[in-house]
């Protein structure tokens, strides 16, 4: 792969799910750039074995590797506790990990593990680390989504924790459309503090994801991987180039695909369902909680 002409060196990037995937390539080409490059992964023993293939790929040594399962609010506040007590500042973040699962499944919160996996944990790690990207800034936030957003025109708020009959893509297809509205919120919140927040679709990708399937949704997933899916390498470059290139200085709020700002869903636009999903966010995560502390320790610590 051809790296882009972008020099990092000096820059920390946090990414999550980065042993595997777009998330290792986007791992792999930060660090190239000379970035200080956190992975972060739920299995120790995978996430070593990445950052050593990484590093002997790229030569670099800024490259650090934290454990956190981020279904799980308390290794969330663990991992935000642990950068924040090695790091001093946060140039990007980049909300990347991901599940796909045949069972319903919950968290160690009770939580309905898909919405836990891809949006929960990571619209709270999100805030634990929002100071720091502030003090940061110019600073970046960058939310993988998917195209499936579009193939659900609403969160299902009735029965968010798929109580009420569990289908693995529709489950799978809001959380994506959850994180993508919930980056259009967060950009809007944090207009001239000098932190942008965009989205993006990396493609039909030929990763781990939904490799744990079974019975049809697996057959459909082995064809469509090796007919039409790109390669993790491909599927990685918007990431990549929302989290490095000039080209997208002070530009917030976007959905990419391939590199260009495009159109999301009707349904991703509604600012009731935005506030709406916030609020509930907030509400899961415990973040009045979090506020109240910070306001007895560090005021405004984690306000966006």
Known sequence: MKTPDVDMKGKVCLITGANSGIGKVTATELARMDATVVMVCRDRLRGTVAMSEIMNETGADTIDLMT????SLSQIHQLAKQFR???QRLDVLINNAGVSLDKRGESADGIELTFATNYLGHFLLT?????MLKQSAPSRIVNVSSFVHRWTNRIKFDDLQREGGYSSMQSYNQTKLAILMFSYELAERLEGTGV???ALNPGLVNSNLGNNLTGTLKVMGIVMKNTIAITPEKGAQTSIYLASSPEVDGVTGKYFFKKKPKKSSKASYDRKIWEKLWQL????????KLAVKAEKKEPAEIRA
Do not use: M, P, Q, R
Request: net charge negative.
């Open 85 to 87: 007590k090695k790091y």
């Open 281 to 288: 966010s907030e509400e899961l995560a415990e973040i009045s």
């Open 196 to 198: 942008t927040v965009n």
């Open 68 to 71: 956190a399962d981020v279904s």
């Open 127 to 131: 805030h634990l680390l929002l100071d």
